[in-house]
């Protein structure tokens, strides 16, 4: 069977060239903060794309068990790439992924309660159809542990300035057409560089109770 942080791998393509960036946050208001980490794997110090794999399921879970919040590149990084910083901009090949980002609006320092987390789904769900009748055709769906993505693969997009503005105008757009008094897409989410959760590991923010409860974020089926 299928594990749930195998699905990461619906959004991240893994080729021989491969350099793949795990980022793990401290969540806000959790203790004192640490200092973020980040972890980089490239396929040429693998026997096979499995093996690679594998060591990225197995960091993201254990940084993950640390306390952390596990986040990964989603575009291609290019094959150069050493690190030992994070990727930035101009380390991505090519765009392959443009996330719809969807969570409440107002106070995110808490998990979100499951009303909220109703609330974006039925705003994922009619964004999903309005795309679809536009012929965007159908994106992955992943409930973030506060929210939810939808992510509509591209076709090798150019990472460049006009395809930044392309990507900004088009989620500014959407979220003047869709947001709602409570719910919405997060404008800020493209930068070619963009980290998105690793599905399979659990999200935290603030202090968790019993109507906000720490999530996995997983992919699910669209509805």
Known sequence: MVTEIEKMWQLVAVSQDSVLELRALWPKGI???????F???IAANYSSKSKMKEAVQTAALDL???GFNVYIVMNPIRSDFTGPGCARDTDIIYRDLLLIDIDRLG???QPANQEELDEANALARVIEQALSDEGWGQPIKM??????????????VPNDEESTALIRDTLLNLAEQFNTA???????VSNASRITKVPGTI????IETADRPYRMARVVESE
Do not use: C, W
């Open 64 to 66: 993950n068990r640390q």
């Open 39 to 41: 972890r980089h794997f």
């Open 143 to 156: 409930m973030s542990g506060n929210g939810f993505h939808l992510y509509f693969v591209l076709d090798d």
């Open 31 to 37: 203790g004192e903060n640490r200092a973020p980490v």
């Open 107 to 109: 106070d995110t320092s």
């Open 182 to 188: 409570t719910v919405g897409i997060d404008t800020t």
């Open 203 to 206: 999200m935290r923010k603030g």
